[in-house]
C-alpha cells in the first residue's frame, strides 16, 4: 500500500465547516455505526468538552509498524450532532464525540497528520478499496458480512437498543416479532437496517403485519419522526441511544438487543491495521483510553484489547 504524505493537514480541533463541505460526499447516519451529515452545530449544553487528547504522546514501537514514510492518512467521518456520535460544537467548525477523541488520539500515539474528509454514513466503507480514504472512523461495527471486504481495528464495544416515547406501551424488545405493525426508524446503510430487512420475515411467518422499516440520512430527523409520533420506535447505538434519552425530554430507553465490537474500517488487507491495534493497546495500558470513555459517560463499552477483525459478536 502507498500512503499518501501531506504538507497540509486539517486537525479535528480546527476544522471548519466550509472545509468539510469542500471534500464532502453526501449526508449519512449512524450505526454502531455513525451519524448523518447535517452540517448543522450540536448545542454546547451537555457536550463534554474535557480535553482527554493533548497530554497523549508518539509510541515509537507503534509508529514503527507503520508503512515507511507515512506521516499522514485521510480519514472518513459521519457528522450527524448526536454524541458521543461525531458532532460540531455551537461554533459549527469544531468537531467533538468519543469516535473523534479516539481518532485524534490514536494518531498522536502513532505521530501522524489527518485529513479529515466529511461522507456520508453508507459511502464510506465502499470507498476504502478505492484508496479514497485511507480509513473510516465512525463507529463501525464489525460484522462477519463486512469482514469479506473490510479490515477492522477495534477500540470499544457498543452494539444495536432501542428508544421509544415515554408513553408507549413498548416494554423491552427481545424479539423483533414485537415489532410487527410498527414503523421502526433507523439509519441508512447501519447494521440496524441490515437487522430489520434481513428478518422482515418474522412477521408474516407468524401471520402478523409486517414492520416498516423508516431510514434517515440524519439523526435529527430520525429524533423528531419520534418525537412526532411519525415513527413508533427507534433502533440505534446503544450509546447513542441513551445518550439522547439522558439529554431529550420525552424519551425512554428500552434496551440492549444486540452488542458488537467497534472499530476503525480499512480496506481488506491493510498495512495501517496493525499500527492501529498498536495504538489503541497503547491507549489502554496508559490510562487514556479509560479517560476518554469516562468523558463520553461510555465505560460499559470497554473492551481489554485491541484486535484485528475479529469474528461478529454472537449474543
Known sequence: MRTPIFRHVIPFTAITSAALLLTACGSGSGDTDGAGASGVAAKNAGIPTTDVVSAIREDPAAAKLLPAGTTGLTVAVSVGGTPPGTAYLS???????????????????????????????????PAL?????????????????????????????????????????????????????????????????????????????AGEKAYQVQTYGEQSALWSSLQQGRSDVVMSTINGLRYAVAHQDGLKFLNEYHRLDVG???????????????????????????????????????????????PEQKN
Open 129 to 205: 478499496d478505492s484508496g479514497k480514504y485511507d480509513f473510516g472512523a465512525s463507529n463501525f461495527g464489525v460484522t462477519d458480512e463486512r469482514r469479506k471486504t473490510i479490515d477492522f481495528v477495534t477500540y470499544i464495544n457498543d452494539g444495536q437498543g432501542f428508544a421509544t416515547r415515554k408513553d408507549s406501551k413498548l416494554t423491552k424488545i427481545t424479539d423483533l416479532k414485537q415489532l410487527c405493525g410498527l414503523n421502526v426508524a433507523t439509519g441508512a446503510g447501519t447494521t440496524f437496517e441490515a437487522t430489520l430487512e434481513r428478518s422482515r420475515h418474522v412477521c408474516s411467518d
Open 91 to 125: 461554533d459549527g467548525k469544531t468537531l467533538t464525540g468519543q469516535d473523534v477523541d479516539f481518532t485524534r488520539a490514536v494518531a498522536r500515539v502513532l505521530g501522524i497528520k489527518l485529513k479529515v474528509e466529511q461522507a456520508s454514513f453508507d459511502a464510506i466503507l
Open 264 to 310: 476503525f474500517a480499512f480496506k481488506k488487507g491493510s498495512e495501517l491495521a496493525p499500527a492501529f491495534r498498536a495504538a489503541v493497546n497503547k491507549l489502554l495500558s496508559d490510562g487514556s483510553y479509560e479517560r476518554i470513555l469516562k468523558k463520553w459517560g461510555t465505560t460499559g463499552s470497554a473492551i481489554e484489547e485491541s484486535r484485528i477483525s475479529p
